[in-house]
């Protein structure tokens, strides 16, 4: 079994920075991709980033293009969302979650990952 463990979540005002972690333990190695998801208050939950194992180009949400960077230490099995440039609308819960590399789909869809961590709260104030 595999835990996946968010942190790094906060308040900050707009216009400023948050770096979310997630690590994973449990197993040697997640060999599949590893991706963020958030939701937000009466909303459903959204996909915001996904890296593969192989590395190549990750796959961002248009909302998130050019602000958020998503990264990771294989080596260390985490993940990392880097959050720059927070808008009000980027307020939700976090959680992260990893694909065991043996599923087919596309990885901005919820169903696509194996495991989910708990969430990590996310609060940009205007």
């Known amino acids: 079994q595999v835990q996946l463990v968010e942190s790094g979540g906060g308040l900050v005002q707009a216009g400023g920075s948050l770096r979310l972690s997630c690590a994973a333990s449990?197993?040697?190695?997640?060999?599949?991709?590893m991706g963020w998801f958030r939701q937000a208050p009466g909303k459903e939950r959204e996909f915001v980033a996904a890296?593969?194992?192989?590395?190549?180009?990750?796959y961002y949400a248009d909302s998130v293009k050019g602000r958020f960077t998503i990264s990771r230490d294989n080596a260390q099995n985490t993940v990392v969302l880097q959050m720059n440039s927070l808008k009000d609308d980027d307020t939700a819960v976090y959680s992260c979650?990893?694909?065991?590399?043996?599923?087919?789909?596309?990885?901005?869809?919820?169903?696509?990952?194996?495991?989910w961590g708990q969430g990590t709260q996310v609060t940009v104030s205007s």
């Open positions: 979650a990893a694909n065991d590399g043996l599923k087919f789909g596309a990885p901005q869809s919820p169903t696509y990952y194996d495991y």
């Open positions: 449990g197993r040697t190695f997640i060999r599949g991709t």
């Open positions: 890296i593969r194992w192989s590395g190549g180009s990750p």
